[in-house]
């Protein structure tokens, strides 16, 4: 006759773990002797190995005790089923792992590659970081809403990087990030680099001409420059009087009539 503790060491688990088997009426609790201690015998530990082993293989303990009753033909039915949601949840994990794995590689979170690409392009060309995050949200908010359209516009978006008035514009951007001026005077240059290659078509609202139907993007995209900097409000405002509406989706003001 065994005490728990040789019975939880030939079993290979915790006495804690024996007692916790007896408590939910997974392991029947034997009386006690004359000394008050539990005596257990050999079919005890026969049973806690089953359990032991069933355990370590997945099995919720909720399910051991019917296994444990079964038939061979049950018993085999029962196993099929636990592997297959064993199997689901081995997916399941495979896939929250590669999610996890994509915390760490920053701007691939929520974004595509390509766009992932484009950031780390701005980064080569010396944009400050504060700008590459504001700019890596942005496409966070039009990744969520066209997936499968972001993909198309980078090349255009990559080709841009190729004209200096768009360096320029990142440059400055850049320092007006790093700068506390309210009134500061580059804002008035950022403002026309935006009016010239509004006219020739650079601008985000081209590219997303043919989305114009849904507003509320442009409307998030729109509140997340001025929540990320309270200065856009004047950059809007100097872009009216170079003639252009909104931020995101640019819109040419009509001509005051005379």
Do not use: C
Not at 97 to 108: E, M, P, V, W
Not at 165 to 192: I, K
Not at 195 to 217: F, K, N, R, T, V
């Amino acid at each position: 006759m065994l005490t728990i503790s040789q019975l939880a060491a030939y079993a290979g688990v915790t006495v804690r773990a024996v007692r916790h088997y007896h408590q939910i009426g997974l392991l029947p609790e034997p009386a006690r002797d004359a000394s008050g201690y539990r005596q257990y015998g050999a079919t005890a530990v026969v049973a806690l190995i089953k359990i032991r082993t069933l355990a370590d293989a997945g099995v919720p303990l909720a399910q051991i005790g019917q296994l444990l009753e079964a038939d061979a033909p049950a018993f085999a039915e029962a196993v099929r089923r636990i592997d297959g949601n064993l199997r689901h949840e081995i997916e399941r994990l495979k896939s929250s792992r590669k999610q996890i794995a994509r915390l760490t590689a920053g701007d691939s979170l929520a974004l595509p590659p390509e766009v992932a690409a484009y950031l780390q392009r701005l980064r080569e060309m010396g944009v400050s970081p504060r700008l590459v995050q504001t700019e890596r949200d942005a496409w966070i908010l039009m990744a969520a809403r066209w997936p499968d359209r972001v993909r198309e516009w980078m090349p255009a978006k990559i080709a841009q990087l190729a004209d200096p008035r768009v360096v320029r514009l990142y440059h400055l951007a850049s320092e007006l990030l790093d700068s506390d001026a309210v009134e500061d005077p580059r804002l008035h240059e950022v403002a026309d680099i935006l009016a010239d290659l509004a006219e020739q078509g650079y601008a985000a609202h081209e590219i997303l001409d043919e989305e114009a139907a849904d507003d509320l993007p442009f409307d998030l995209l729109d509140a997340l420059a001025l929540e990320s900097e309270p200065r856009v409000q004047l950059l809007l405002d100097l872009m009216r009087e170079r003639g252009w509406a909104r931020w995101t989706r640019l819109e040419r003001l009509a001509a005051p009539d005379s």
